[in-house]
């Protein structure tokens, strides 16, 4: 039997009684609280017995929530998304307890004050989770704002399961598939249209990318371009305008002026208008660069048009299905980066390795697979072990490796019919201490993926867009590793799972964000690259091109990344019921004003409709990316011996010392602290956008 932490439920029966458990275990919590006497309440037996149960909760509910991400059998998919809708008003009925609420607001004005100042964060924290969900409101609003709520939270997860069952295709033949790598096309399944062989196109990542990078013809990338800003449209367009809609009069009945304004009142932005004067910051920042860049796409389009005869379809306009195009041609005439041909030293299994490497070096840690059969034939498993503790230990630690272990984390990478189809780090389960034994019960998390799978005559090899991803989101999966914290509430979390947290939105994504710079620092990429068949490292020439291509068209690039931020504030900052346009055209109109990009015209395109992020807490959120890149590219400061220089200068990249500073300053704290403090503290002094500006301005 494999030592898997988390089992998942195998079938829909089993999943709904661990279901029940929960939601039985989260009323009890707050019965039990009421029921102690008034003379005999503690920290110690309301708010620390309620966080316990809380602890306990989170550590069973994801064994009913997540199937609905990658469970194979779609009745439990669709059993695990309802246990998700249940489970949100059972946390939610918790946290809406007035009864509950006015014990814990005694023990923050009475003599019960701890002086111990972690449990003071988490009473503060308590009260802000009962704040928000109406717990000081008159009964009356607090019954709406629940309702408002429950209906919220279905609609999330029917906005979800749309994206993740969805089926979406397009049929194709070999000659509209012109440019696009035979690897990819042979991986494809063929079928017949009206007597020809025709390949079927999905609308997942991969696939969409391969068209939008290599396919010659204009009309194939539009094809699919349209197909995907069509998907769900029809199911999660009223969706959208419905919980647009709910969250502004949930907000406005807890007293904010918009869902945005609630949103970032508990983020590091604190305020819309501080979001939109640095969002007004950037774009003025990258305008120059956004009208160079646009002007070198659309050169090569007039010489590509030209080349090709098609000189009398030439309207001057730059469209979304030509950036990927032309960005991949500008790759590789001017910097001679063929992503395809660096493609075949990014091997999935060996830059995994490879990764893991870099990191056990940076944050002195050791991972160890555990072999066995999870939830899909491709799921690994692995433990994680804290290195510099065992080293410290001497002796002791040789004899008992276990007790340095800190975590575990699964990884899921390819796509699969279900399958969550986006990248993302869900935590399974947090840490927390046992207050009645003491034991620590170590943190449980899951890379979910989407990369490209092997082929018949290939392993699966990573774009280095893609090695950028799993570097990335492995930094996730180190902060959920790296939490020491005593309580759950401060552990490293988001929407993904309904359990609370308290971990600062627009802090959750600096730390890797910061990590990205990794892989293009130019000794780590010779460590990453390494040829599938001849085994031959990743040439210096090919990686000194490929660094040279970071700030390329990084104009436009961020200024697209921008456009949605805006997007998304604008529909969250407003009355829904004043906006004067509807979701798809506002999304065009300001899309083709920030950028310069035309959209598609076609009916039933709506760009909303495919965006995880506005169902899954990054509603009014979508700006921490670029919130979260000002300060990773502070951060980065340190690592680089001549800050404000290009990454191909010397760099302490590899500095295990830094690196461990990193982890135990920045990453182990979670939310025990604020993340400013975080900052001022690796820093060592007030955090800046001086880096972040040099990157955006500078060539």
């Excluded at 999870?374 to 002791?396: I, P, R, S």
């Excluded at 460590?527 to 970071?550: A, N």
């Excluded at 697209?560 to 065009?588: C, F, G, N, Y």
């Excluded at 011996?641 to 990193?662: I, W």
Aim: with cysteine; glycine share 4%.
């Amino acid at each position: 039997m494999s030592e898997s932490p988390i089992q998942l439920p195998t079938s829909a029966q089993e999943l709904a009684e661990i279901s029940s458990r929960v939601e039985d275990l989260l009323r009890v919590s707050g019965d039990d609280l009421v029921a102690v006497p008034v003379a005999e309440r503690t920290i110690e037996n309301t708010l620390l017995r309620l966080q316990e149960a809380q602890s306990q909760a989170a550590a069973m509910q994801t064994q009913c929530t997540f199937p609905a991400m990658v469970h194979l059998n779609k009745e439990v998919r669709d059993a695990a998304t309802d246990a998700k809708k249940s489970l949100q008003k059972a946390w939610s009925a918790l946290f809406s307890r007035r009864d509950v609420y006015a014990i814990l607001s005694e023990l923050d004005q009475g003599s019960h004050t701890e002086s111990d100042s972690q449990i003071q964060r988490l009473l503060k924290h308590t009260l802000r989770l009962f704040q928000r969900h109406g717990a000081a409101l008159s009964e009356t609003d607090q019954q709406k704002l629940s309702k408002i709520r429950t209906e919220i939270g279905g609609l999330e997860l029917d906005f979800q399961k749309n994206l993740n069952e969805d089926t979406t295709d397009i049929l194709l033949t070999e000659a509209e598939l012109e440019g696009c790598t035979e690897s990819w096309i042979s991986g494809l399944h063929k079928t017949e249209k009206d007597g020809k062989q025709v390949y079927k196109v999905t609308m997942k990542t991969p696939d969409i990318l391969n068209v939008s990078r290599n396919a010659i013809l204009p009309e194939t990338r539009k094809k699919v371009t349209v197909t995907y800003r069509q998907v769900c449209t029809s199911t999660n367009g009223p969706i959208v305008e419905r919980l647009i809609q709910l969250r502004h009069e949930a907000a406005v009945l807890l007293g904010y002026k918009s869902h945005a304004a609630y949103q970032l009142d508990i983020n590091m932005a604190k305020t819309v208008d501080n979001v939109d004067e640095f969002l007004d910051t950037i774009t003025s920042s990258i305008s120059g660069k956004l009208e160079s860049d646009k002007e070198t796409l659309l050169e090569l389009k007039r010489i590509e048009y030209d080349n090709r005869g098609w000189s009398s379809q030439l309207d001057g306009k730059l469209y979304s299905w030509d950036v990927k195009y032309y960005q991949e041609i500008l790759f590789k005439e001017k910097y001679a980066v063929d992503n395809s041909l660096i493609q075949e030293y990014f091997e999935l299994e060996y830059v995994r390795d490879q990764i893991m490497g870099v990191y056990s070096e940076i944050f002195q840690l050791r991972f160890e697979q555990i072999p066995g059969k999870y939830w899909a034939e491709d799921v690994t498993l692995f433990a994680v072990y804290d290195q510099k503790a065992q080293n410290e230990a001497g002796e002791a630690g040789k004899k008992d490796p276990s007790a340095f272990k800190i975590g575990y984390f699964y990884l899921d990478l390819f796509p699969r019919p279900g399958k969550y189809a986006h990248q993302c780090v869900v935590p399974l389960r947090p840490s927390y201490t046992v207050s009645s034994t003491g034991e620590r019960m170590l943190p449980v998390a899951v890379n979910v993926g989407n990369l490209s799978r092997p082929t018949a005559d290939r392993p699966a090899l990573l774009k280095h867009s893609e090695a950028n991803t799993f570097f990335h989101e492995f930094g996730h999966v180190c902060h959920a590793m790296s939490s020491k914290a005593r309580y759950s509430l401060f552990n490293f979390s988001w929407s993904a799972v309904p359990y609370p947290t308290s971990l600062a939105m627009d802090f959750l994504e600096v730390p890797s964000i910061m990590l990205e710079n990794w892989l293009w620092e130019p000794t780590v990429l010779k460590r990453l690259g390494r040829h599938y068949k001849t085994g031959e490292e990743l040439p210096d020439d090919l990686i000194e091109s490929l660094v040279k291509t970071r700030k390329v068209l990084k104009g436009l690039l961020f200024s697209q990344q921008i456009a949605v931020t805006a997007i998304d504030m604008k529909l969250h900052s407003i009355d829904p019921k004043q906006r004067t346009k509807s979701i798809p055209e506002l999304w065009k109109e300001m899309s083709e004003q920030i950028v310069g990009v035309k959209l598609e015209d076609e009916p039933d395109t709506n760009p909303a409709c495919q965006l995880y992020h506005i169902a899954m807490g990054y509603d009014a959120g979508y700006y921490v990316y670029a919130w979260s890149e000002m300060h990773a590219h502070d951060l980065y400061t340190r690592f680089k011996d001549n800050a404000g220089r290009d990454s191909q200068e010397r760099t302490r990249a590899m500095d295990g010392s830094l690196g461990r500073e990193y982890w135990e300053k920045v990453l182990v704290p979670g939310a025990t602290v604020e993340p400013i403090e975080l900052l001022r503290d690796f820093l060592g002094r007030e955090p800046n956008a001086q880096a972040f500006q040099r990157y955006l301005t500078e060539a």
